[in-house]
């Protein structure tokens, strides 16, 4: 008859076999616990910032406490589950040891796990808090978040571009992140930085880089169909690289800028307009019948497709139109088609891609 019985010895019940299995996972803890210990995690992904600001010592300390706890757990789980299992002959209801409360035991696993939980909490409170503090003298850069690219402001930078970026090495950061449309997130793992691009507010990350090399950036949050293709790279450059490019970066934006108005739709080259259109356009578009939506619709045969020989902003199907929409952005039905700034477009990527979808017309 099965009874409950409270803070019996359960160790009476515990053969050899047990501390066999013990020792054994004991050993393997071990093992893994130096291996931890001896690590260099930089050697697996290097540090190139001041911000790892203790990150990778939080890491090892969670991997060292986890460990041991990963190997037991599951070790005890096969033990008993194989140890006791129901046996042929044994009455299909038998049930096993009828331990109930052991007193001891509760206290143990109540008091280590809590332990562990606050120095946990507070280590990472603190390490977190230091990534919030800015720093005298910082370059401050703006990085906004789009579906599904990243838009980046310098100060003195007539407006703002998108794609590769540069930063001095050695000199304090501070990024304010946002997003102009959904949440993504700002990530460069070997900044060990990694802040949420929110819509509507604007968030801090201060570091410094310190090691010259060129970095992903990375989107880490789920942001729609592009998400996937939503990274750049960070090029970490001496001071003198820096200030090379951010001339060059200077004049390539006000010269953009100013070849804004005059758009030459006839001197269009379709073969770079399709590069182009691979790149920018076909997260959205597939050139492919109108009917064939991606987000956008399809693109093939825009200019002489007879089923729709409107545009999607009700004006006729020609080329200028056709650039129209693709400088300005349209907003309709159908959804949200950005403006060639948004799409990181010159005033010949334009006419390039006119020439490409007048090339996919019959
Ligand atoms: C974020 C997604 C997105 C991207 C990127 C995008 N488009 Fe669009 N596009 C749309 C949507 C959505 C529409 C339809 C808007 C509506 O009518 O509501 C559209 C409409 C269009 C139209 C009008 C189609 C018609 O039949 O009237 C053209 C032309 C066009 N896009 C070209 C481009 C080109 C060229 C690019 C690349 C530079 C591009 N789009 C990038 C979403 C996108
Ligand atoms: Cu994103």
Redesign the pocket.
Same mark, same amino acid.
């Given at each position: 008859m099965a009874h409950q019985v409270n803070n019996i010895d359960f160790r009476r019940h515990l053969d050899r076999s047990f501390w066999s299995v013990t020792l054994v996972l004991a050993v393997i803890s071990v093992i893994l616990v130096v291996l931890i210990a001896i690590w260099p995690i930089n050697g697996t992904l290097a540090v190139a910032a001041t911000s790892d600001y203790g990150i990778d010592a939080l890491f090892k300390f969670m991997l060292f406490v986890a460990t041991p706890i990963f190997v037991f757990v599951n070790g005890y789980v096969v033990y008993f589950a194989r140890r006791y299992k129901h046996r042929s002959d044994e009455p299909a209801d038998a049930v096993g040891i009828p331990l109930y409360g052991v007193v001891p035991l509760e206290i143990w696993w109540t008091v280590i796990p809590v332990f562990l939980m606050v120095v946990l909490g507070v280590w990472s409170a603190v390490t977190l808090f230091s990534l919030y503090k800015p720093q005298a003298g910082a370059l401050n850069v703006e990085a906004i978040g789009h579906?599904?690219k990243f838009e980046l402001r310098y100060p003195g930078l007539k407006s703002s571009f998108y794609g590769d970026f540069y930063l001095p090495v050695n000199r304090p950061v501070t990024m304010n992140i946002t997003s102009a449309d959904v949440i993504h997130s700002f990530w460069v793992p070997q900044f060990r930085v990694k802040l949420d691009m929110v819509p509507g507010m604007v968030q801090q990350l201060h570091f410094t880089p310190t090691e010259v090399g060129s970095y992903p950036l990375i989107c880490t949050e789920f942001c729609g169909i592009?998400h996937g293709d939503m990274r750049t790279t960070v090029h970490v450059v001496s001071q003198a690289d820096y200030a090379k490019w951010f001339s060059g970066t200077q004049q390539k934006v006000a010269q953009a800028a100013a070849a804004a108005g005059s758009l030459n739709l006839t001197a269009g080259d379709a073969a770079k307009g399709q590069a /182009?259109?691979e790149q920018?356009?076909s997260?959205?578009?597939s050139m492919a019948a109108?009917a064939q939506k991606k987000?956008?619709?399809g &693109?093939q045969n825009?200019l002489s497709?007879p089923a729709?020989p409107?545009?999607?902003?009700g004006s006729a199907?020609t080329p200028e139109s /056709?650039a129209h929409?693709?400088q300005n952005g349209?907003?309709?039905?159908?959804?949200?088609?950005?403006n060639?700034q948004a799409?990181g &477009?010159s005033s010949s990527?334009v006419s390039n891609?006119v020439a490409y979808?007048k090339s996919q017309s019959k």
């Open positions: 579906q599904w592009g /182009v259109f920018k356009c997260v959205c578009h109108f987000v956008g619709p &693109l825009i497709d729709h409107k545009l999607v902003d199907a /056709v929409i693709i349209y907003s309709g039905d159908i959804g949200v088609m950005p060639a799409n &477009l990527d891609l979808l």
